[in-house]
Every structure is written in C-alpha cells, then in structure tokens.
C-alpha cells in the first residue's frame, strides 16, 4: 500500500502523479509566493529605488537641452534620490566614476555639487 501524499500548501490529499506536490495550480503558486516573500521584497525594494533615482535624473535633465547638468545635492535628495542604489558604474579616463540608474548617471564634484547625465548608447546595447 503507497504512502498517502498531501499537498503542501493546504495539505490536502494528492491524487495523480507520483512526484506531484500540490493539489492545484493555486497551491502551488501560494506556496512559490510565500516561500519567496522576502527576496521578492527586498527586489521590489531595490527596483524601486533604481527607478525613482532614474526619474529624478530625467526630469533635472528635462529642463536643459543638454545631455548633462550641475545640480547641487539637495535637489536630489529633497526629491528622494538615494546614493545608494545604481545599475553600473562608468569609470572615466581622468579615474573620476559615474553611478548610473540605467541610461542616467550622476558624479560627486567638489562641494555638495554633483554632475548628473544621459548616456544615450547604454540603450543602444543589445
């Protein structure tokens, strides 16, 4: 006689295939969901971040026609931007970096400046 298997979201008896785990879709999802919470809020999290530091760095560069702009660093931070999320780094020929959220970074100058720009091939690369 086989061992009677139960699903392990809701514990429900299994029928069908042996190496079946849940009695239905909605188990299994409720389950993935559950167990996966906490990574999924700290991506949720980040993503966040990455995304609004972006925005902000679009809309300071709405206002000018160029691809670049000073802006001191209460302009950024009155608006929320965090220092501490980016996409990937852009090291220069003079060893200054630029952080970058996607397509749009920003460089510490002196002072509370900082340089913020749009970097149009980072959307060009496959």
């Known amino acids: 006689m086989s061992e009677e298997r139960k699903c392990l979201e ?10 079946k785990k849940f009695c239905s879709d909605q188990c299994r999802n409720t389950f993935n ?8 809020t700290y991506i949720r999290k980040v993503n966040y971040s990455l995304r609004k530091n972006r925005r902000i760095m679009e809309e300071l560069l709405e206002k000018t026609e160029k691809d670049a702009r000073r802006v001191h660093k209460s302009k950024l931070t009155d608006k929320g931007f965090s220092f501490d999320y980016y ?6 020929k003079t060893n200054k970096y630029y952080y970058f959220s996607y397509e749009y970074g920003f460089m510490k100058l002196d002072d509370d400046y900082y340089t ?11």
Request: glycine share 6%; aromatic share 6%.
């Open 87 to 92: 996409t990937n780094i852009y090291k220069t």
């Open 33 to 40: 969901n559950r167990v996966h919470a906490i990574s999924n």
């Open 10 to 19: 809701c514990g429900t008896e299994i029928i069908g295939r042996i190496d």
């Open 116 to 126: 913020v720009v749009k970097r149009e091939e980072y959307l060009n690369k496959n």
